[in-house]
């Protein structure tokens, strides 16, 4: 095991956690030490009833702090014994009522206890499909609900998409770019729902459908194919929501939750219902924090003695002369560390003002936002401005009005990517003159300083999500409602490269600007009904209907050979055929029917049946139509007469789902031919159209026909259980793959692929504390996922020479595929190779051939899940989160280890200080040459991914309400905020040398400490 620098930090914080922990438990036992305790023996007995005087069986009454207890009878009569030494209070529980404590001192027989319902946890409904709420009883489908609160928005991330992650079991979030904000995120439900894309090439959005106040949001990923945006860098649309603006989100998971929304659920969806007024008064809410971060996992890369010394040593092993090779190489008096130079203590402000307030009638919300990140890589920053607001409108007893609308602009300068190319050490950024250095290195390669000053990299971005639904009730349990919604999002990126350093100096100078526009509208007409056929058959249903049309612009224009470095706009490019244009304009309608009907017998069993019709544009002929429906039952045990006699059980439910949906986010015209038009397709001075796509009729929906199994429970009136077991198989996978070149075209888009994902997951919630001053709540979730390639309608399965992804049937399609490393041969310390035969070659070329690749890893972790603690006393609270996950591998570039064949410009990895150097080595490191072969995917750049990560630590204080009243103010508080604190890595990385830690991110990940204020007045 390889515990990294970042364990010490991660012990810290572990260590923090468990002395507050021990404090906080010490206190509150010592307060209530003997308070309720004797040594006499007493005996209880009485009923509880309900507000109606009715008894109420089946309820729990437990000795507090002790594991002993009984259940009412069938007429909510009780009797239990307390023992020496034990509490004399009794606690009574039941679901859908407010749990009682009752106090005694000595024996009773003739106790009456009254339960009310609890109006709470009635309210703790869990949104569906379509804003229809159920109660946890009603559930029927694989749904998990969390609050604004519990996603945490007190933790500096640039998007709400990271706060998610280790919260939701079989949620898995990466932030592909590391630690640049407002980069895209991805988000993966119960594993990979579409195809990965080898060589660059095209499948289905992989990403689940988000839905705010019943807009859905523009998908980023599934316009990454456009070829007219030339050099644009894409950009998080989902980073303009504010997580202190959610009330809460609900993660749709099954058939039965999702397939409602048929057309583009089958990787599940995210409802995002953002925060409505008070209706009780008027609030202003103000929160304020700043912070510094700091990067963390650095790759560990050679100081100038041991990078002039294995440069040298290369040059010799070439042949070159000891004189030679010292005067080629150069001093090593000059020693620049890059990361120092080009990497910064960054900066993070953050300040939310809110404004809350009406009655029953009339009830308004309006929030503001700023947000202002750097990041650690000197030439990237990151602002955000929002605003938003909900106004909720009671017309008498028959309609109700909801109207929400956001407004964000973002603002990112993105300079830093060459801060990741690792420099040689033994060179200054300056010259003599103090002016930055262009030595012959600075030719070919831009000198990173230059560029941050010289050059320009920014996004200017505005999205806005507004929705208006109207609701009427013409008669009792009727509501008929009408949603009108549009998601607008655009984005300018504005790129020069300047002739004055190497990245424009080949151009003389080159300008890019892309215009990115994404308009998306969305109307729809739904109406529910619910009823009832005596005291024990309740019924509801839903239909509707449902049209969307999303269009995306794209406009491109570029310019080279500039007169004036400083005159950065198109028209000073040199002549017109230095400017180039090129523009897009996609259309994608969609036009669905839908309904639902469930049914509830007796508060025990239920049932969920829905159906979803979508037609839409992006397919044609025959296929453009798609099916989609799903069926769920759930039975409530706990309800049953022999389960309310267990007094440890509180609840207990089995469900079970099946259904399909389906995904059609591939772009707009996927299977329709198309054509380029561009002045390079001249003819006879005429501009010209060549085919560009072929066409196939026969390209169809992907489907995701998913079964979904699970037991809900309730133990000890603390310990909530769920575990599930999800089977998803997806048909007709589509991915775009070579076509021979007689037909004129490189690649086409068809349904390549079948596979399946499996997979178990488990979510706990244990009470430890709740007495009184001192509480004391952990959660924690895991979850397995099992891919694997069923069919594959492909004569040759593609592997990447790049990646190392491709699909095999029986293979998961994160398996990465490669050439199998067999170390270094010791007498001459050429790198070696294993064939599939297990003879071994010191040949790449021929280990490198498709048939020679082999299975090196798997991208797929075994379990994943995450973890937390909440522990309050009094006025303090302390919350700890963490993320882990095991059995997943990671192919990672070979840029840091070289051995010798790029050593001339880049600088390398320390773990090249184990290469071998003379007969006998035994080093997996080879030779130095620089006519080293360039191999990249064997299992030598493969690491180990196995981790547990501290992510995030909050201590805060809040005032307490009497001190608070006292300096005028409602509620305030004061927060501590620890963000990235550390990571235990498990891989076999040797101390001192890098491993998955340091080479996982090309941009590192940075750790976050905040402190801030909130007042609510």
Same mark, same amino acid.
């Given at each position: 095991m390889n515990v990294l620098v970042t364990k010490r930090a991660a012990a810290c914080g572990l260590l923090l956690c468990g002395l507050c922990v021990a404090f906080l438990s010490t206190s509150a036992r010592a307060a209530h030490e003997g308070a309720s305790r004797t040594s006499d023996t007493i005996t209880i007995s009485g009923i509880v009833i309900d507000e109606n005087a009715d008894p109420l069986p089946g309820v729990n009454v437990r000795i507090k702090q002790t594991g002993r207890g009984t259940a009412t009878t069938s007429d909510g009569t009780f009797s239990i014994t307390i023992g020496e030494r034990q509490s004399r209070t009794l606690v009574f529980s039941f679901v859908g009522y407010e749990t009682v404590e009752r106090t005694f001192d000595e024996s009773r027989t003739d106790v009456v206890v009254e339960m009310e319902v609890d109006q709470q946890e009635l309210s703790e409904v869990v949104v569906t499909g379509y804003g229809i709420e159920k109660t946890r009883t009603e559930l029927v489908g694989s749904v998990t609900e969390i609050s604004g609160e519990e996603l945490e928005p007190l933790r500096p991330e640039a998007s709400f998409q990271t706060l998610l992650s280790g919260k939701i079991a079989g949620l898995k979030v990466n932030n592909p770019s590391g630690g640049e904000a407002g980069k895209p995120i991805s988000v993966k439900i119960r594993g990979q729902g579409s195809l990965p894309t080898p060589q660059l090439r095209r499948s289905t959005s992989s990403q689940p459908l988000y839905i705010i106040d019943g807009v859905p949001l523009y998908d980023i990923q599934?316009?990454?194919?456009?070829?007219?945006?030339?050099?644009?860098?894409?950009?998080?649309?989902?980073?303009?929501?504010?997580?202190?603006?959610?009330?809460?989100?609900?993660?749709?998971?099954?058939?039965?939750?999702?397939?409602?929304?048929?057309?583009?659920?089958?990787?599940?969806?995210?409802?995002?219902?953002?925060?409505?007024?008070?209706?009780?008064?008027?609030?202003?809410?103000?929160?304020?924090?700043?912070?510094?971060?700091?990067?963390?996992?650095?790759?560990?890369?050679?100081?100038?003695?041991?990078?002039?010394?294995?440069?040298?040593?290369?040059?010799?092993?070439?042949?070159?002369?000891?004189?030679?090779?010292?005067?080629?190489?150069?001093?090593?008096?000059?020693?620049?560390?890059?990361?120092?130079?080009?990497?910064r203590r960054a900066m993070f402000t953050n300040a939310t003002l809110s404004f809350s307030g009406g009655t029953e009638t009339l009830s308004a919300r309006v929030s503001l936002n700023y947000n202002d990140q750097e990041t650690i890589s000197r030439g990237n920053s990151f602002q955000k401005y929002g605003f938003r607001s909900r106004i909720d409108y009671q017309l008498g007893d028959l309609a109700r009005v909801n109207l929400s609308n956001g407004v964000t602009g973002i603002e990112k300068v993105s300079l830093g990517s060459f801060s990741n190319v690792p420099l040689p050490p033994n060179i200054s950024p300056y010259d003599a003159d103090g002016g930055f250095n262009d030595a012959t290195i600075f030719q070919d390669r831009p000198n990173p300083l230059a560029v941050i000053v010289q050059n320009d990299n920014d996004h200017n971005s505005l999205s806005t999500t507004n929705s208006l639904q109207v609701t009427v009730e013409p008669i009792n349990n009727l509501n008929l409602r009408a949603l009108g919604g549009i998601d607008y999002y655009q984005n300018r990126n504005f790129i020069y490269r300047s002739?004055?350093?190497?990245? @424009?100096?080949?151009?003389?100078? @080159?300008?890019?600007?892309?215009?990115?526009?994404?308009?998306?509208?969305?109307?729809?007409?739904?109406?529910?009904?619910?009823?009832?056929?005596?005291?024990?058959?309740?019924?509801?249903?839903?239909?509707?209907?449902?049209?969307?049309?999303?269009?995306?612009?794209?406009?491109?224009?570029?310019?080279?050979?500039?007169?004036?470095?400083?005159?950065?706009?198109?028209?000073?490019?040199?002549?017109?055929?230095?400017?180039?244009?090129?523009?897009?304009?996609?259309?994608?309608?969609?036009?669905?029917?839908?309904?639902?009907?469930?049914?509830?017998?007796?508060?025990?069993?239920?049932?969920?049946?829905?159906?979803?019709?979508?037609?839409?544009?992006?397919?044609?002929g025959d296929v453009r139509n798609a099916n989609f429906a799903s069926l769920g039952v759930s039975y409530v045990l706990s309800e049953e007469r022999f389960f309310r006699d267990l007094s440890f059980l509180d609840f207990l439910k089995i469900k079970s789902s099946f259904g399909s949906t389906g995904n059609s986010?591939?772009?707009?015209?996927?299977?329709?031919?198309?054509?380029?038009?561009?002045?390079?397709?001249?003819?006879?001075?005429?501009?010209?159209?060549?085919?560009?796509?072929?066409?196939?009729?026969?390209?169809?929906?992907?489907?995701?026909?998913?079964?979904?199994?699970?037991?809900?429970?309730?133990?000890?009136?603390?310990?909530?259980?769920?575990?599930?077991?999800?089977?998803?198989?997806?048909?007709?996978?589509?991915?775009?793959?070579?076509?021979?070149h007689e037909s004129g075209f490189t690649i086409g888009d068809v349904n390549a692929a079948d596979m399946r994902n499996t997979g178990i997951e488990v979510t706990l919630g244990y009470s430890i504390f709740q007495d009184g001053d001192f509480t004391w709540d952990v959660d924690a979730n895991a979850a397995t996922?099992?891919?694997?390639?069923?069919?594959?309608k492909l004569e040759d399965a593609d592997i990447s020479t790049v990646s190392g992804i491709g699909y095999r049937v029986g293979e998961d399609v994160r398996t990465i595929y490669g050439v199998k490393y067999a170390g270094v041969d010791p007498e001459n310390g050429e790198a070696?190779?294993?064939?599939?035969?297990?003879?071994?070659?010191?040949?790449?070329?021929?280990?490198?051939?498709?048939?020679?690749r082999q299975r090196i890893g798997d991208g797929n972790p075994n379990v994943f899940g995450g973890f937390s603690s909440t522990v309050s006393y009094r006025n303090l609270s302390l919350r700890l989160v963490g993320e882990y996950s095991f059995g997943s591998d990671i192919l990672v570039s070979n840029l840091y280890a070289t051995d010798g064949r790029q050593i001339s410009f880049n600088n390398q990895s320390?773990?090249?200080?184990?290469?071998?150097?003379?007969?006998?080595?035994?080093?997996?490191?080879?030779?130095?040459?620089?006519?080293?072969p360039p191999y990249s995917v064997t299992d030598r750049y493969v690491y180990n991914l196995d981790y547990v990560k501290l992510a995030n630590m909050t201590l805060r204080y809040s005032l307490p309400q009497s001190l608070a009243e006292r300096v005028g103010v409602e509620r305030a508080g004061a927060f501590i905020n620890a963000s990235n604190i550390g990571y235990i890595y498990f891989?076999?990385?040797?101390?001192?040398?890098?491993?998955?830690?340091?080479?996982?991110?090309?941009f590192p990940e940075a750790r976050t400490i905040t402190a801030g204020i909130d007042v609510t007045i």
């Amino acid at each position: 095991m390889n515990v990294l620098v970042t364990k010490r930090a991660a012990a810290c914080g572990l260590l923090l956690c468990g002395l507050c922990v021990a404090f906080l438990s010490t206190s509150a036992r010592a307060a209530h030490e003997g308070a309720s305790r004797t040594s006499d023996t007493i005996t209880i007995s009485g009923i509880v009833i309900d507000e109606n005087a009715d008894p109420l069986p089946g309820v729990n009454v437990r000795i507090k702090q002790t594991g002993r207890g009984t259940a009412t009878t069938s007429d909510g009569t009780f009797s239990i014994t307390i023992g020496e030494r034990q509490s004399r209070t009794l606690v009574f529980s039941f679901v859908g009522y407010e749990t009682v404590e009752r106090t005694f001192d000595e024996s009773r027989t003739d106790v009456v206890v009254e339960m009310e319902v609890d109006q709470q946890e009635l309210s703790e409904v869990v949104v569906t499909g379509y804003g229809i709420e159920k109660t946890r009883t009603e559930l029927v489908g694989s749904v998990t609900e969390i609050s604004g609160e519990e996603l945490e928005p007190l933790r500096p991330e640039a998007s709400f998409q990271t706060l998610l992650s280790g919260k939701i079991a079989g949620l898995k979030v990466n932030n592909p770019s590391g630690g640049e904000a407002g980069k895209p995120i991805s988000v993966k439900i119960r594993g990979q729902g579409s195809l990965p894309t080898p060589q660059l090439r095209r499948s289905t959005s992989s990403q689940p459908l988000y839905i705010i106040d019943g807009v859905p949001l523009y998908d980023i990923q599934s316009e990454q194919f456009n070829q007219a945006a030339g050099r644009e860098e894409l950009l998080n649309p989902l980073a303009s929501i504010n997580a202190d603006d959610i009330e809460s989100i609900s993660v749709l998971k099954d058939a039965s939750a999702a397939a409602i929304y048929g057309a583009n659920a089958a990787n599940g969806v995210i409802l995002i219902e953002t925060k409505d007024g008070a209706t009780d008064g008027f609030d202003v809410e103000a929160r304020v924090s700043s912070g510094m971060s700091n990067s963390i996992n650095e790759v560990m890369l050679l100081n100038s003695e041991q990078y002039v010394r294995l440069y040298q040593e290369t040059l010799i092993n070439d042949g070159a002369t000891p004189e030679e090779a010292a005067q080629e190489v150069g001093s090593d008096s000059v020693y620049t560390n890059w990361d120092e130079v080009l990497k910064r203590r960054a900066m993070f402000t953050n300040a939310t003002l809110s404004f809350s307030g009406g009655t029953e009638t009339l009830s308004a919300r309006v929030s503001l936002n700023y947000n202002d990140q750097e990041t650690i890589s000197r030439g990237n920053s990151f602002q955000k401005y929002g605003f938003r607001s909900r106004i909720d409108y009671q017309l008498g007893d028959l309609a109700r009005v909801n109207l929400s609308n956001g407004v964000t602009g973002i603002e990112k300068v993105s300079l830093g990517s060459f801060s990741n190319v690792p420099l040689p050490p033994n060179i200054s950024p300056y010259d003599a003159d103090g002016g930055f250095n262009d030595a012959t290195i600075f030719q070919d390669r831009p000198n990173p300083l230059a560029v941050i000053v010289q050059n320009d990299n920014d996004h200017n971005s505005l999205s806005t999500t507004n929705s208006l639904q109207v609701t009427v009730e013409p008669i009792n349990n009727l509501n008929l409602r009408a949603l009108g919604g549009i998601d607008y999002y655009q984005n300018r990126n504005f790129i020069y490269r300047s002739k004055k350093n190497a990245t @424009g100096n080949d151009s003389g100078g @080159g300008l890019t600007i892309v215009n990115r526009r994404n308009r998306k509208w969305i109307t729809n007409l739904t109406g529910d009904y619910s009823f009832r056929l005596g005291e024990a058959h309740a019924f509801s249903t839903l239909g509707g209907v449902e049209a969307q049309e999303k269009n995306t612009k794209v406009l491109r224009g570029s310019g080279s050979n500039f007169l004036n470095d400083n005159l950065r706009v198109l028209q000073a490019a040199g002549d017109r055929e230095d400017r180039d244009a090129a523009s897009s304009d996609d259309n994608v309608t969609t036009l669905s029917t839908f309904g639902e009907i469930s049914y509830n017998y007796n508060g025990k069993f239920n049932t969920s049946l829905n159906a979803r019709r979508d037609a839409s544009s992006i397919f044609g002929g025959d296929v453009r139509n798609a099916n989609f429906a799903s069926l769920g039952v759930s039975y409530v045990l706990s309800e049953e007469r022999f389960f309310r006699d267990l007094s440890f059980l509180d609840f207990l439910k089995i469900k079970s789902s099946f259904g399909s949906t389906g995904n059609s986010r591939i772009g707009s015209y996927a299977a329709r031919g198309l054509y380029s038009v561009s002045s390079q397709n001249a003819y006879a001075g005429q501009i010209g159209l060549v085919p560009s796509t072929p066409q196939n009729t026969r390209l169809t929906w992907e489907k995701n026909y998913k079964f979904n199994a699970g037991i809900d429970a309730t133990l000890f009136g603390r310990l909530d259980v769920l575990v599930e077991y999800y089977r998803n198989e997806i048909v007709d996978a589509i991915s775009s793959i070579a076509v021979p070149h007689e037909s004129g075209f490189t690649i086409g888009d068809v349904n390549a692929a079948d596979m399946r994902n499996t997979g178990i997951e488990v979510t706990l919630g244990y009470s430890i504390f709740q007495d009184g001053d001192f509480t004391w709540d952990v959660d924690a979730n895991a979850a397995t996922n099992r891919n694997v390639v069923t069919e594959l309608k492909l004569e040759d399965a593609d592997i990447s020479t790049v990646s190392g992804i491709g699909y095999r049937v029986g293979e998961d399609v994160r398996t990465i595929y490669g050439v199998k490393y067999a170390g270094v041969d010791p007498e001459n310390g050429e790198a070696l190779f294993e064939l599939p035969d297990g003879t071994v070659t010191d040949d790449y070329s021929v280990a490198s051939r498709i048939e020679n690749r082999q299975r090196i890893g798997d991208g797929n972790p075994n379990v994943f899940g995450g973890f937390s603690s909440t522990v309050s006393y009094r006025n303090l609270s302390l919350r700890l989160v963490g993320e882990y996950s095991f059995g997943s591998d990671i192919l990672v570039s070979n840029l840091y280890a070289t051995d010798g064949r790029q050593i001339s410009f880049n600088n390398q990895s320390v773990n090249q200080l184990d290469r071998w150097q003379e007969p006998g080595d035994q080093t997996d490191v080879p030779r130095l040459s620089e006519n080293a072969p360039p191999y990249s995917v064997t299992d030598r750049y493969v690491y180990n991914l196995d981790y547990v990560k501290l992510a995030n630590m909050t201590l805060r204080y809040s005032l307490p309400q009497s001190l608070a009243e006292r300096v005028g103010v409602e509620r305030a508080g004061a927060f501590i905020n620890a963000s990235n604190i550390g990571y235990i890595y498990f891989g076999d990385a040797p101390d001192g040398r890098n491993g998955a830690a340091e080479y996982r991110y090309r941009f590192p990940e940075a750790r976050t400490i905040t402190a801030g204020i909130d007042v609510t007045i």
